[in-house]
């Protein structure tokens, strides 16, 4: 499952939730369109056939629903009502009569006007609306099948009465136009994110190769100043080691002479004698130094000898230390040099901050990982408070780690000590 | 609503005379009858007041009613005019004349199936000569 961190996938990815995304809202919105086009369209045409072709139509006794009216009615304007998606016309009387019909049966059959559909009569607007089929006056709907739109608007008898138009359009027209409004945005929408996930895609390939290759230069940059540190340290090491240290072993034991020679005083022997032990005391300080700016040669000495060396100070200082090494025999020189590198800088800051009086420092294998662990019982801090220059040490060692692949974390609270965790793969 | 089964048809063979005052013309009127078959149909016939045939076919057609009234006067060229009155109104009118061959012109007209009985009145004159057929679907 790497590759789902791969940012190329992620986009793919994101593109295409964003496509689906935009697939849905376009059909949504293309739904609502082309079902508002569609009841505009039938309203505009319910009112082009009820006032241009109804109306005029119309015949005298109809209202009073005279049979030679209704067969007037039925001869002359049936053919030119019933065209396109209209399925049905009715024409009403204020008091809900069916004036007449294309189905025959509803004639001179009385259903009472809803509010709306009085609303229309008495001001003379248009209303739309999908028919409800278990109204018994929209019965014979039924057997049309599918939703039906009615449309209503007046119309004038020639005696001068309101009447009522009333359209059906079947819904085939609706289902019709959202296609239609759906392949003309569709593609535009699909097309235009599309391309733009096209052209998008090898400049984002590009991006992610910059960025891995600074990363991987940055890497280089990190290993090639640890490399440069590890030099200079060795250098230093070895100067002091051949110099210094060697000239004041030399001087010590050259004053060691001097002082048993018989013929010298004993208050100059004594002063001698300190001025030995002075030496003898700077040299070993030298050599814990030399240590601490070089570390020994892991491999040959052993990790878990190195990491006593790390903490002898602490035991120095009167601290509890348990040490306890293992897995470290068959890892890489790379993953070992960190957890000593981090064990020192840990062990440091322990002494420097803690007020520890019982310190634990574990080494183990966890599957494919080093597993270093510093735990002690000090004062603690709060990790949101600690300025940073406090932990410059670590903060520096845990972009080292995360370079190796690795983690580090530190967990403490005021009062509860500290533990530091530092995973790094063995390789 | 109206049935559309024969049984319940009301049909009437109409002596026209005593509804119309048209004694001397019309002399008679045969029986209707509903024939077989799918569709409901009725056909009236009877004389006119001076010789002539006069017949009246009603059928349903898809909520409408077919209308077929006929004169045979067996004479060539003769202008009628007629009227087919549905439920007492006028539904249409007009003049058609007799053709050479068999001496008799045909009208058909389709009028609304209403609800309950339709009666309907066709009616044709020429010369003094009164045709008058009646059918109650």
Known sequence: MRWLTNPV??????????????????????????????????????????????????????????????????????DRLLVGDVRRIKIWAADGTVLYSDQTELIGAVYPLDEEELDALRSGGTDAEISDLSKPENRFERELGGDLLEVYTRITSPEGEPLLFEAYFASDQIQQQREEVLDRFLPISLGSLIGLMLLTTPLV???????????????????????SSDAERLRIA?????????DLAGSSYALSTVAARPAVDAGVRDELDGVGRSLRTSMRSLRSLLVEIYPPDLHTGGLAAALHDVVAPLSAAGVVVDVDVSGGETAGDGAVALVWRVAQEGVRNVARHASATRVSLTVHREDALLVLEIVDDGRGFDTAVVPPEDHFGLRTLEGLVRESGGALEVESAPGEGTTLRMEVPVG | MKTSHPLTRVVAAVAATSVLGLAPLVVAATPAHASGGDDDRVINTGSCSSGARWKLKVKTDDGRLEVEGEVDSNRAGQAWGWTLRHNGSVSARGTSTTTARSGSFEVERKIVNLAGTDRVVFRATYAGQTCVGVVNF
């Open chain 1, 238 to 246: 070895r100067d002091l080691h051949d110099g210094v240290v060697q």
């Open chain 1, 205 to 227: 390939l590009l991006l992610t190769r910059r960025l891995a290759r600074a990363a991987r230069e940055r890497e280089g940059l990190l290993q090639a100043a640890v490399r």
């Open chain 1, 9 to 78: 996938v992620q986009f793919l990815a994101a593109g295409f939730v964003a496509l689906v995304i935009v697939v849905l809202a376009t059909s949504a919105l293309s739904r609502d369109a082309a079902d508002e086009e569609a009841i505009h369209d039938a309203r505009e045409l319910t009112k082009v056939l009820g006032r241009s072709v109804a109306q005029p139509a119309v015949p005298r006794g109809l209202i009073d629903g005279k049979a030679s009216a209704i067969d007037r009615m039925d001869w002359h304007v049936l």
